[in-house]
T-cell receptor, first 113, second 115 residues
Framework: DAGITQSPRHKVTETGTPVTLRCHQT?????MYWYRQDPGHGLRLIHYSYGVKDTDKGEVSDGYSVSRSKTEDFLLTLESATSSQTSVYFC????????????FGQGTRLTVV | AQSVTQLDSQVPVFEEAPVELRCNYSSSVSVYLFWYVQYPNQGLQLLLKYLSGSTLVESINGFEAEFNKSQTSFHLRKPSVHISDTAEYFC?????????????FGKGTLLTVNP
């Protein structure tokens, strides 16, 4: 299995609180992605990174920010959590220039109450 | 911009029957294409991929997909399914070549194999 660790794996938080999810990789892959998975919507891209300090928005980026200060870590922050952000969040890594596919973490189940 | 359309949200089939899960994509540039599978309460695993070369790609467990550039499709097929194939299947696309790769997924197809 690719070395991807998401933390925490489960979290319950209150509306209005900030939340940070962490994705850590040991594969030295250049690209890292954050997705959310919701029934009927599949996986929707929140933000992605194509290098240290290089990030871009995906299709559902409102209410989320990211940071990548080193290759191995990609942080997703919910500035002020809302109930609509209750979801399962997946991190993925890839190295497309070397013709590899994307590898996924096990997911973080976030509940905002 | 790129996008993926999976035409069926649910596909119920009987064991040992053939199945086709349909995927169409939209992109203004050349693409890489992927099928991922997600078993209940698990993450996503790569099933097969098209990067270049032969347009017919196969997985180790009997699935195959064919890249059709003219129809912008990448349908997934299996001639005889098993109960254990019950899962959700996701088609994904990324541009090929260059840099700044964004990986876009379809909404998924839930394959249910019944005895």
């Amino acid at each position: 299995d690719a070395g991807i660790t998401q933390s925490p794996r489960h979290k319950v938080t209150e509306t209005g609180t900030p939340v940070t999810l962490r994705c850590h990789q040991t594969e030295n892959h250049r690209y890292m992605y954050w997705y959310r998975q919701d029934p009927g919507h599949g996986l929707r891209l929140i933000h992605y990174s194509y290098g240290v300090k290089d990030t871009d928005k995906g299709e559902v980026s409102d209410g989320y920010s990211v940071s990548r200060s080193k290759t191995e870590d990609f942080l997703l922050t919910l500035e002020s959590a809302t109930s609509s952000q209750t979801s399962v969040y997946f991190c993925a890594i890839s190295e497309f220039e070397r013709n590899t596919e994307a590898f996924f973490g096990q997911g973080t189940r976030l509940t905002v109450v | 911009a790129q996008s993926v359309t999976q035409l069926d949200s649910q596909v119920p089939v009987f064991e040992e029957a053939p199945v086709e899960l349909r995927c169409n994509y939209s992109s203004s540039v050349s693409v890489y294409l992927f099928w991922y599978v997600q078993y209940p309460n698990q993450g996503l695993q790569l099933l097969l991929k098209y990067l270049s070369g032969s347009t017919l790609v196969e997985s180790i467990n009997g699935f195959e997909a064919e890249f059709n550039k003219s129809q912008t499709s990448f349908h997934l097929r299996k001639p005889s399914v098993h109960i254990s194939d019950t899962a959700e299947y996701f088609c994904a696309v990324s541009k090929s070549g260059g840099s700044n790769y964004k990986l876009t997924f379809g909404k998924g197809t839930l394959l249910t194999v019944n005895p």
